[in-house]
T-cell receptor, first 114, second 116 residues
Framework: DSGVTQTPKHLITATGQRVTLRCSPRSGDLSVYWYQQSLDQGLQFLIQYYNGEERAKGNILERFSAQQFPDLHSELNLSSLELGDSALYFC?????????????FGPGTRLLVL | GNSVTQMEGPVTLSEEAFLTINCTYTATGYPSLFWYVQYPGEGLQLLLKATKADDKGSNKGFEATYRKETTSFHLEKGSVQVSDSAVYFCALSAAGSGGSNYKLTFGKGTLLTVNP
């Protein structure tokens, strides 16, 4: 158990809909990272927040957004969903702001868009 | 940009066989290198890491040496067990194009199956 929690574990929705994925980092960690894992793209970094502020951006679509709240939990919002957004979404956390630190991954949320 | 190339799987071995999973990288500057493992139905776990050239990371019988001259970080284990069956990801952490904001770049993963 990494100490990182993600909800829900599974999500099934329809094209055009909007969903919110939630992540709680390990106690004491200030950084939260979001990744997308799909069969064709592999594991892709989406975005990082550190202590409430956006720190780094990766291959995140404009239809996706994230935020980190004062209690340090984070939410990833996916809107106008398309079939190709079906993937496993991971959250990870680390102590400091650098992506070079050890990151601890949650169990993931599996999203299926029908 | 930064990239990681690891050997395509799947790799199927018998218990107690020797394992090598090749990983090479392209990066600006001096990256840190990692191996993560993903067991079925779980998230990724850090297996080992190395932060500078010639460093050897090791954990649970797995080893990898940071080779700057060949830009490689091959994963090895002398005797695999059935419980090692998982997907293994090589990754690097280096600055992005702006010179800041280090982030992880992953290889595509190698599925290892160990048969009894």
């Amino acid at each position: 158990d990494s100490g990182v929690t993600q909800t829900p574990k599974h999500l099934i929705t329809a094209t055009g809909q909007r969903v919110t994925l939630r992540c709680s980092p390990r106690s004491g960690d200030l950084s939260v990272y979001w990744y997308q894992q799909s069969l064709d793209q592999g594991l892709q970094f989406l975005i990082q927040y550190y202590n409430g502020e956006e720190r780094a951006k990766g291959n995140i679509l404009e239809r996706f957004s994230a935020q980190q709240f004062p209690d340090l939990h984070s939410e990833l919002n996916l809107s106008s969903l398309e079939l190709g957004d079906s993937a496993l979404y991971f959250c990870a956390s680390s102590v400091g702001p650098s992506g070079g630190e050890t990151q601890y991954f949650g169990p993931g949320t599996r999203l299926l868009v029908l | 940009g930064n990239s990681v190339t690891q050997m395509e799987g799947p790799v199927t071995l018998s218990e107690e066989a020797f394992l090598t999973i090749n990983c090479t990288y392209t990066a600006t500057g001096y990256p840190s290198l990692f191996w993560y493992v993903q067991y079925p139905g779980e998230g990724l776990q850090l297996l080992l890491k190395a932060t500078k050239a010639d460093d050897k990371g090791s954990n649970k019988g797995f080893e990898a040496t940071y080779r700057k001259e060949t830009t490689s970080f091959h994963l090895e284990k002398g005797s695999v067990q059935v419980s090692d069956s998982a997907v293994y990801f090589c990754a690097l952490s280096a600055a992005g194009s702006g010179g800041s904001n280090y982030k992880l770049t992953f290889g595509k993963g190698t599925l290892l199956t160990v048969n009894p």
